[in-house]
């Protein structure tokens, strides 16, 4: 290779590592990169906010199962992509984030916009390196990217100081050598042996799947190994997809906003096989009774998930595609049992469900027409209300369509991950199920999406406030709203999209939800349907907090609620006096 | 309980950061930690005393191994390992006290390493409760400053943390 500037070493390494897109915002730090990526075929989608990026780099990431890239400035850059990189840590997304530093000889002297970046996110990055000299570049890189998709996958970040970008070295690319990260992928063959005889042996077994499925690509073996015990099977809000909803052997999903099926299922199961999953607290309940009667078998790839939360009775540390088919192996098909019927009995008892409206709009009516009309759809949510009617009331069947920050549990999320998923899967229709809270918290994204042409969508179930918190205050504060009545204090929603070029529409009567979504589908533009749903509307069923899973409880739907909280919400005034729509 | 943990570590920069970083993240109560050189350069040793039941002890070698600086852990059992600690210790000592204070030195088979005309600086290296107890003996002279080095500990036998 000829001799290169640190900058072009950057691209050299990103472009042999497979990367055609990243996402970032330049600074004075970065021009040397930013010059060469000007000479450079890597698409670069320029973001309005760094946090975006770093979301961008995440949904891109979840949608298609390679490693996002993320590109920002020093100090504020660097510091903006923090939530960023903390959503992907949480949910083990593999992610690698390039800063900017200031001139190394300047490092630690507070120089213009020098932050200590590697400090900061120690503790929300699966590993990271300040470079020092261009001749680590190669090596650095190649690590970086190995380490993020290797093992349970990661966010790197890469910290690179000005005068690094601009050194001249020689290009060689070496081989990974880290003796200090082998990640333990081939499942012990006595544990898979063992776990399958306390699966054959299992009168009330349950299959309870976490993102580790998705992250290995295992939902095959997993589908197969269901219907060969025909064992029910329940997600977490990360696996969800994982297998298909309407199928009878699924539960849907399990925890606090879970199925009540789901979350009987676990509390009287016998035998409970968690692949990928870690026993998170929004999915356990109270955890010294949660699945109170079950033997535990834990399949996972990081091998300090098994024992973190609960005692697990047999560990298998391994990659969860290569322990399912362990498991095919060694078990033989069973036929249905007693306890599919009593599942199948619950299921019919107590489905999700919502009263539905002919006057005012249901959320969960919004997703369904969602559902009907765009069943393959790539789903990305914000988080609150509308991230858990999404997950239980679209019919998910593909592990790579629902991306939700579960995790950090990040607001501001699902809008920048939509636009990520998009770049990596432009003949997928790509919806954002968005909040009126938190489509604000990065709605500055529109322009990215306007100016690159990235056409996707979002659906805002507008209900005037911060819908999970102001449910909680609902049942647990006496009603006290206090902080959650948006109001009149949010923007209108159409003009804000028509602002930025996009597309807007509005909802206001349940008889609009399917002319907007129709609408919304045949854009070829990025484009908001601001959907004014019932702003009293709650999450049900619901484990309160600290409750078991057993005590899951169907909410009211507080109709005797007092309303005049909502009173001049934009619209909504005409929605409360349209008698007349039946 | 108190549980001794063998550290090998890569030799680079931040490597003590990341690990004092994963204790405080983890809410993992430690005790001593020391760091040092092996016969290898690109290594470190660090030996770690920690607080907490078995559990607790499981997740720290767990979330110590997960880093990719952390070449090695392995738990030390008091019973089947040696540990040492040293500790420098400057007392009061005048032409009065100072022959009984070497009495002590050498019932200890410390070392005296500095005398000035008011003080002395002893040097004495053991496991804990034996620097503990010589520095309760000293207390009565005045200890005007004391450095302890933490522990350091290694298996008994053939058996090596280092790889």
Request: with cysteine.
């Amino acid at each position: 290779m000829p001799k290169m500037t640190g900058a072009q070493a950057v691209l050299e390494c990103l472009k042999r590592e497979g990367v055609d897109v990243v996402f970032g915002l330049p600074g004075g730090v970065l021009l040397p990169l930013y010059d060469a990526l000007y000479h450079s075929d890597i698409r670069h989608i320029l973001v309005r906010h760094e946090q975006g990026a770093a979301h961008m780099a995440d949904g891109f990431a979840r949608a298609t199962g390679k490693v996002g890239v993320c590109i920002a400035t020093s100090g504020p850059g660097a510091t903006n992509l923090v939530t960023g990189i903390a959503t992907a840590y949480m949910d083990s997304v593999p992610l690698v984030a390039i800063t900017g530093q200031v001139n190394t000889f300047l490092i630690g002297k507070d120089a213009f916009q020098e932050a200590d970046i590697t400090g900061i996110t120690l503790p929300i990055t699966k590993h990271s390196y300040l470079l020092k000299s261009a001749r680590d570049i190669p090596r650095v890189f190649r690590e970086a990217f190995y380490i993020a998709r290797s093992g349970r996958p990661g966010p790197v970040l890469i910290d690179l100081p000005r005068d690094v970008t601009v050194e001249e070295m020689e290009f060689s690319w070496p081989e990974v050598h880290l003796p200090g990260y082998q990640p333990s992928t081939k499942p012990h063959e006595m544990q898979t042996k063992k776990a399958a005889k306390v699966l054959m042996g299992a009168e009330r077994p349950v299959i309870y799947v976490g993102g580790g499925v998705k992250y290995a690509d295992a939902h095959r073996e997993l589908f197969d190994l269901a219907m060969k015990l025909n064992a029910p099977v329940t997600t977490t809000l990360m696996g969800v997809g994982c297998f298909p909803e309407d199928h009878p052997l699924s539960l849907g999903m399990l925890g606090m906003h879970g199925t009540k099926y789901a979350n009987y299922a676990i509390q009287e199961s016998d035998v409970l096989l968690a692949v990928g999953a870690r026993f998170d607290d929004r999915v356990t309940g109270k955890i010294a009774s949660f699945a109170p009667l079950a033997k535990i078998i834990h399949i996972d790839v990081d091998p300090a998930e098994i024992g973190k939360n609960v005692r697990v009775d047999i560990p298998v540390v391994g990659d969860a595609k290569k322990a399912l088919a362990a498991f095919l192996k060694e078990t033989e098909a069973k036929p249905r049992s007693a306890w599919n019927e009593k599942i199948d009995s619950w299921k019919r008892d107590y489905p999700l469900r919502y009263v539905p409206d002919m006057n005012i709009i249901k959320p969960q009516f919004v997703i369904e027409k969602l559902c009907e009309l765009a069943p393959d759809a790539i789903i990305t949510t914000e988080v609150g209300q509308n991230q858990m009617w999404a997950a239980q009331f679209f019919v998910h069947k593909d592990p790579r369509k629902f991306i939700s920050s579960g995790g950090l549990g990040t607001m501001g999320y699902g809008f920048p991950a939509a636009i990520g998923a998009k770049m990596g899967m432009p003949d997928c229709e790509v919806i954002d199920i968005a909040g009126d809270g938190s489509f604000l918290m990065n709605s500055q994204e529109l322009a990215t999406a306007v100016v690159n042409d990235i056409p996707v969508k979002v659906a805002i179930l507008n209900n005037g406030c911060l819908g999970m918190v102001r449910q909680w205050q609902e049942l647990f504060f006496d009603k006290r709203y206090s902080a959650t009545i948006l109001g009149r204090t949010s923007p209108d929603f159409v003009k804000l999209a028509e602002a930025y070029g996009a597309v807007g529409l509005r909802a206001t009567k349940p008889v609009e939800v399917e002319p907007v979504i129709k609408a919304a589908l045949a854009s070829d533009k990025p484009t908001v349907m601001d959907f004014i749903i019932n702003p009293l509307e709650m999450v049900s069923p619901m484990v309160p907090a600290g409750a078991t899973l057993g005590e899951i409880l169907e909410l009211e739907w507080c109709e005797a609620c007092d309303s005049s909280f909502f009173e001049g919400l934009p619209a909504r005034g005409q929605i409360l006096d349209q008698e007349e729509i039946s | 309980m108190k549980h001794t943990i063998a550290v090998i570590v890569e030799n680079k920069s931040g490597v003590l950061t990341r690990i004092a970083g994963l204790f405080s993240r983890r809410a993992f109560n430690i005790d001593s930690l020391s760091v040092g050189a092996t016969d290898n350069p690109d290594y470190s040793r660090m030996t770690l005393t920690v607080m907490g039941g078995e559990e607790v002890l499981e997740q720290v070698i767990k979330q110590l191994s997960k880093l990719i600086n952390v070449i090695r852990v392995s738990e030390l059992n008091p019973a089947e390992s040696v540990e040492r600690e040293l500790a420098i210790i400057k007392v009061n000592a005048d032409r009065e006290n100072r022959s009984e204070i070497m009495q002590v030195v050498d019932i200890f088979r410390a070392k005296i390493i500095d005398v000035s005309a008011r003080s002395m600086i002893i040097e004495i290296t053991g496991d804990e409760e034996k620097i503990n107890a010589i520095v309760q003996l000293l207390r009565q002279y005045g200890i005007k400053e004391m450095a302890r080095t933490g522990k350091v500990s290694m298996a008994r036998g053939l058996k090596s943390t280092q790889p």
